[in-house]
């Protein structure tokens, strides 16, 4: 029986992706391999978010590569040939096959040498089933696509336009997944806060006004999903869809965790990336959440370096991290990618530059995301054991916050209550009580 094995570079939504590919292959007949060396296709899925990624991207296919057994197919798919397609075919002939989102990764020769079963050549990944989950949690992708225009992305150019499932197949598979031992599902998209809103019936006009009822179908999906399974989460909110009555629905599931996409807080360099709101604004949110759950858990990623960033917008960041206390952040340097409208402008800003006030940023967030870690010694918490020794609480998001290390002998996959002993950095250090 062929075997097959699935490299993921990229975000949480490319690893929803994978899952999907992983049902897909397997129900032609392919097994997992232990190894890559050990498969008969190896598959990259790749990201092209930034010149890192997609250098990072190429790297692991050439790797992959000069590791596969003698006979091994390499597919590559995901982002990075969804966008470069013609030239991947070109530049790496090490490659046997480039395939965007919606293509099978199973060439047509391969059924018949590996005894595998027909499996359609064309489908779509949002809806694809998924084999059973490995771990207590599980990434949900409700919508693929994005209607904003942000100035440095080019995701829309090449997911296209936001395209949401229907609910009731979210509710389905969230079942699906409950029942197979999820306890915390992880909801995802490119624009989260604006699930749905392409589904409106044709004709119905757009409601500008979020907060009246209906007009966020995110908020119904959340109250239908908080049914479904023990926690859930949210990330990747798009500051203006931070609605009260998404943010009743988010504390109404007892997972107060908020994961703002902000990209900085100087309302005319927000301006300049084509996106709302500005550092008052995004405190004022905070503060709200805050005096309605003072527990609640923050978390946001900023851009050092968009084209005309002054001196004045690094204080004004500065400033707000300071006021924000975020328990969380992420910083990247700008990266000017083909097809958006940064790569034109003027002012561009030295990436050396960008690089020292990314430092700044992070050393200042470090020193308060540590604080804000200690503070949590002597406190009791209800954490999901993920693997041996290794849980979260609400405040950790899997796979990108820190962790909770508990004795090994705490069941995976269940619920325990803990007390925290120690912090050291992001990481905490629990016993059960
Ligand atoms: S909202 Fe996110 S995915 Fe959409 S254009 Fe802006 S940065 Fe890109």
Redesign the pocket.
């Known amino acids: 029986m062929g075997t097959y094995w699935i490299e993921t570079l990229g975000c949480p939504k490319n690893a929803v992706d994978s899952d999907k590919l992983s049902g897909h292959v397997e129900e032609a007949g392919l097994v997992p391999a232990q190894r890559p060396e050990a498969a008969d296709m190896i598959i990259v899925n790749t990201c092209a978010f930034i010149e890192a990624a997609r250098a990072e991207s190429i790297e692991v296919v050439l790797e992959l590569s000069e590791r596969r057994k003698a006979g091994a197919r390499i597919v590559v798919t995901g982002c990075l040939a969804e966008r470069y397609r013609t030239e991947l075919e070109v530049a790496l002939p090490e490659v046997d096959l480039v395939v965007g989102f919606g293509e099978s990764p199973i060439p047509s020769s391969v059924p018949v040498e590996l005894g595998l079963r027909p499996v359609p050549s064309s489908f779509d990944l949002l809806t694809l089933p998924r084999p059973a989950p490995s771990a207590p949690w599980a990434y949900l992708k409700v919508a693929e ?6 100035g ?5 150019t090449f ?1 296209g336009d936001q395209r949401s499932r229907a609910t009731g197949s979210l509710v389905e598979e969230a079942q699906a997944l409950a029942e197979r031992g999820v306890r915390e599902i992880v909801l995802v998209a ?2 989260l806060a ?1 699930y749905g809103r392409d589904r409106r019936r044709a004709g119905e006009r757009d409601v500008d006004d979020l907060d009246t009822p209906g007009a966020q179908p995110l908020v119904d999906l959340v109250h239908e999903l908080d049914r479904t399974v023990d926690w859930l989460r949210l990330l ?1 909110l ?1 500051p203006s869809g931070l609605t009260d009555r998404l943010i009743d629905a988010v504390l109404a599931t007892g997972v107060p965790y908020f994961d703002l ?1 902000l ?1 900085h807080a100087s309302r005319p360099l927000l301006r300049s ?3 709302w709101g500005d550092g008052d604004r995004f405190l004022s949110r905070i503060e709200r959440i805050r005096q309605m759950e003072p527990d609640a858990v923050f978390r946001s990623s900023f851009i050092l370096g968009y084209p005309g960033e002054s001196e004045e917008d690094q204080r004004c960041l500065i400033s707000f991290l300071e006021t924000a206390q975020l328990d969380w952040a992420g910083f990247f340097t700008f990266s000017g990618e083909e097809g958006t409208p940064a790569v034109t402008m003027g002012e561009q800003v030295p990436h050396s530059l960008a690089l020292e006030r990314l430092a700044e940023c992070s050393e200042l967030q470090d020193a308060i995301t540590g604080r804000r870690r200690d503070g949590l010694v002597g406190q009791t918490c209800t954490v999901l054991v993920d693997t041996p020794g290794n849980a979260r609480s609400v405040r950790e998001a899997p796979e990108i916050d820190g962790i909770i290390a508990v004795p090994a002998q705490l069941a995976v996959g269940e619920f325990h209550d803990v007390s925290v002993t120690a912090s050291f950095g992001p990481e905490l250090l629990a016993m059960p009580v």
């Open positions: 696509g994005c209607d904003r225009r942000c440095f992305c080019a995701i829309p997911r490119q624009d604006s990747y798009y996409s990209q990336m084509r996106r």
